[in-house]
Nanobody, 124 residues
Framework: QVELVESGGGLVQAGGSLRLSCAASGRTFSTYAMGWFRRAPGKERVFVAS????????NYADSVKGRFTISRDNAKNTVYLQMNSLKPEDTAVYYC?????????????????WGQGTQVTVSS
């Protein structure tokens, strides 16, 4: 129902910044929450951040609080993840996801559509 395409990943040195983007199509973008998850090599997919449909509420994993910021532009059908002060342990494939409702969930089951992922590699 919702197609998601991520972009903006790449290789960056520790302490650097990247901004991920996720363009959505399908359902009316302003009606559902969006989220970012990541999967490091050999590990399970974990929650990073989520934002409500109106951008009034955001949730963050403890590991990224104060360093990452999620935002959205409903006019452009796009959600962003600004990542600052990157660490080698942030290395992962990052996935954006579309929620079932307006509320920003924090577990994979709260999200019904997923992008293909974008690789983020942070070198030490």
């Amino acid at each position: 129902q919702v197609e998601l395409v991520e972009s903006g990943g790449g290789l960056v040195q520790a302490g650097g910044s990247l901004r991920l983007s996720c363009a959505a199509s399908g359902r009316t973008f302003s009606t559902y929450a969006m989220g970012w998850f990541r999967r490091a090599p050999g590990k399970e997919r974990v929650f990073v951040a989520s934002i409500s449909s109106s951008a009034s509420k955001a949730n963050y994993a403890d590991s990224v609080k104060g360093r990452f910021t999620i935002s959205r532009d409903n006019a452009k059908n796009t959600v962003y993840l600004q990542m600052n002060s990157l660490k080698p342990e942030d290395t992962a494939v990052y996935y954006c996801a579309a929620g079932y409702t307006h509320w920003p969930g924090t577990i994979p089951a709260d999200f019904g559509s997923w992008g293909q992922g974008t690789q983020v590699t942070v070198s030490s």
